[in-house]
């Protein structure tokens, strides 16, 4: 196994497994340079990190997370239009087109675990490209129903209105809040629908004290943990480059924080992990 030049060093292994529910290993990172899927996988399981949920954000890449999740038993994937991609689509007049596809691909083979991630992201997309998106959503979330998928949302600065479209059109059994960014109020919210909490490597930032009131508030069987690579780096690496094996040092912080052991958490966070993606990964095939 070869260190990519540009990544930090491995943390110290975890004592039992965990799963990083949410990478995107096919985004080439600023620079320029990516470790292949052999590496990205073979530096997580050094640390423990033995199974990875591949997301794919768009047409190539969720076409790339089914071809990689068929080749990997380590590996499932997810596969959706990312929120911001929606709008774009609408505007080449290709958005239901690529929706039919990605519908498709949900129902290709039980490697494909979920739909996502899709949801609503009100930072990067203006008021004229918020009815797109939600009904970009809505059809993702039908997809998960009828497909019997988890569903994986994105949500940035539109708490509201995520809350009131999955009461709209009724919350899949499985639903994981990627990347979650709200406080102890909307982790309440998320829990009493029965979704799942994800937390990356935000939780580990300095000025993010409302995620780690969420944390404290999520009940500890809806708790996950996701780098988001090549995203948010958990500090103290945050602005290098992200990757599964960098899953330590969130999971040690979260356990900081909630007054457990490593190994206790480690031990939840694999359990709600198969809980919320539909089993084990040996149930793949």
Request: glycine letters at 8%; one cysteine or more.
């Amino acid at each position: 196994m070869t260190l990519t030049e540009g990544w930090p060093d491995a943390p110290e292994r975890l004592p039992s497994a965990v799963v990083d529910n949410h990478c995107h290993m096919d985004m080439p990172l600023r620079d320029g340079t990516a470790m292949s899927v052999d590496e990205t996988l073979d530096r997580a399981a050094a640390v423990n990190v033995t199974r990875i949920v591949q997301i794919g954000c768009d047409l190539p890449g969720a076409r790339w997370a089914v071809e990689t999740a068929r080749t990997y038993d380590s590996v499932v994937a997810a596969v959706a239009l990312h929120p911001n991609e929606a709008p774009r689509l609408a505007d080449e007049g290709v958005l239901d087109a690529a929706l039919d596809e990605i519908d498709q691909l949900a129902g290709s083979g039980p490697y494909v675990r979920a739909v996502g991630e899709t949801g609503l992201d009100y930072f990067r997309t203006g008021p004229e490209g918020r009815d797109v998106q939600q009904h970009s959503f809505r059809r993702h979330i039908q997809m998960a129903k009828r497909h019997g998928k988890t569903l994986v949302i994105h949500d940035r600065d539109a708490h509201d209105d995520v809350l009131a479209i999955l009461d709209d059109e009724g919350t899949p059994e499985r639903t994981v809040m990627h990347c979650f960014s709200g406080g102890s109020e909307l982790a309440r919210a998320c829990a009493e629908r029965g979704a799942y909490l994800s937390f990356a490597g935000t939780v580990t930032f300095k000025n993010a004290e409302n995620l780690r009131e969420a944390l404290r508030e999520a009940p500890l069987d809806r708790i996950l943990v996701e780098t988001d690579a090549p995203f948010l780096t958990p500090t103290p690496h945050r602005g290098s480059p992200n990757a599964s094996f960098l899953i330590p040092l969130t999971v040690r912080f979260m356990a900081g924080i909630l007054g457990k052991t490593v190994d206790e958490l480690c031990v939840n966070i694999n359990a709600n992990t198969d809980m919320a993606f539909g089993g084990t990964w040996a149930q793949r095939i």
